[in-house]
């Protein structure tokens, strides 16, 4: 527990924040104000927070008062001072006998220091401002700067919505944030008087730096969420590479994208990246429905489709060449929601434009590189890994099974293991040459997925078996029972990650089946 004091003015709304927030284990041990009539009191109060009252006398300078200030403060051992709304400038002995100080402005200093600070905002005209934690030195707003937070400027704020807005959304989170880090003991406080600095622990450059700031804009407002009771809008990163964000759409008659639509067509953009020969890929609720790849983009388009035509209605196509008119003729003939790919022919999009609601998407520079990093909004946060870039090669397998997989196997097993990557774990994939049987999603169970996967092969596939085929399945066996029910279902080939405990009995059950099992060393989960 860090013990910190609050020094306050008026309402104190960033103490009572980090008292009830704790940050870092800082605990505000006293409240501090010169006015007895400020509400801050009546908050801390309700907290069990100590509060103390010096008010200035008739008369008494700033030392004189400063110094009865500091004597009430030593009886509490605060390691920190946190000042909110203190509006008597501190003098040189306060900032020098106190421990160290810090202070929030609402604005970017060095940018508008001073009262008035919204105001000043508005009249320069920026588009950013936000606030700014310092250490307190004598010299008003000028103190080494400890951490920020940016707020955009609207062309219709005034002083009074700006000023609510870099509270919550700007001094809510900066002023913990800081404290937690001096609680944390990540903020070091190197020289004397006017000559400090302030260093925070590991704050380098990198593929995960330790502070993170990125802009955003909102490019559309979507007709609703995931839901029609979910309101919803699209914003674009300021480094959008080959996406569905900014992609032009090509059939003006056609309503809007979606929410769902631009979740779908991610996702579908995603997988067909994945391949060099002609592929393409149908997607429904972010998984594939099929995937296919062969010589020609409207072979590949028709053997996708027959993995689960059923389940392609009212779905997402997406290719990785220019769509042709061949191509374009065979997605008319059932229903589709979007296609994209880049670029198309212009008999593809006679085709495609006779289609009122069907959204076409031209993916600029597809060829370029994807972000690296790709991230999970969570409540209070997000979680950012690198994307899944892993691609296995015949040579990387490990062979298991007393049964080698034949070269055509082994090119199968390559394509389906780019296909799983794409699908929500559980995952379970059967694949022929370069195309989709059948596909397991999103089971809690790994042997349910296998018997979807089989379910999905035998009923909805047309002109396609699981006899003979290859699995992927995303991640180990905990037992022989998958392998057993992909047995039954006619699977001839598995690759797997490997590394249960349980894997010499899985590898058993392959061996008394007589099929041939390859291990990848890596698994290929994906949650969202």
Known sequence: MTPIAGLAGNRGRNLVRIADRAPGGAELSVVLTNDADAPVLDAATERGIPTEVVEPEDGESRGNHERRLLDRLDEYDAELVCLDGYMRVLTEEFVDA?????????????????????????DADVDVTGCTVHLVTEEVDAGPIVTQEPVAVYTD??????????????????YPRAVRLFAEGKLTIEGEGDEREVRVAGDRNGVFPTRRV???????????????????????????????????????????????????????????????????AVIKHTNPAGCATA???????????????????????????????????RIVESFKEVVL???????????????????????EEFDSDPSPLVEKPLAGGRLIQERDEQAIAPEDLEIVTEREPTDAQLETICFAWWVIKHVKSNAIVFADGTET????????????????????????????????????SDAFFPFPDGIEAAVDAGIEAVVQPGGSVNDDDVIAAADEAGIAMVHTGQRAFRHD
């Open 98 to 122: 106190a421990p160290p100080t810090f202070n929030i402005h609402p604005s970017l200093l060095p940018a508008f220091p001073g009262i008035d600070a919204h105001e000043q905002v508005l």
């Open 157 to 174: 704020d005034d002083s009074a919505s700006l000023k609510e807005r870099v509270l919550h959304e700007a001094e809510f989170a900066a």
């Open 214 to 280: 990125r802009g955003t804009e909102r490019t559309a407002e979507l007709r609703y969420g995931e839901n029609p009771h979910q309101s919803a809008a699209l914003y674009a990163d300021a480094d959008t590479r080959a996406s569905v964000v900014d992609a032009p759409q090509l059939n003006p008659g056609a309503k809007n994208l979606s929410y769902n639509n631009y979740n779908d067509a991610d996702g579908a953009l995603g997988l067909v990246r994945e391949f060099d020969e002609p592929a393409a």
């Open 295 to 329: 010589d020609t983009l409207a072979a590949a388009y028709e053997d996708a489709l027959a993995t689960d035509p059923m389940s392609a209605f009212g779905g997402i196509v997406a290719l990785n060449r220019e769509c042709d008119e061949a191509t374009a003729e």
């Open 341 to 363: 790919a880049p670029g198309y022919t212009e008999d593809a999009l006679v085709v495609l434009r006779g289609e009122d609601n069907l959204r076409v998407l031209d993916i």
């Open 437 to 472: 049987v059948g596909i397991g999603m999103g089971q809690v169970s790994r042997v349910d997925a296998v018997r979807l996967a089989a379910m999905k092969a035998d009923e909805h596939a047309e002109g396609k078996s699981a006899a003979g085929a290859v699995m992927a």
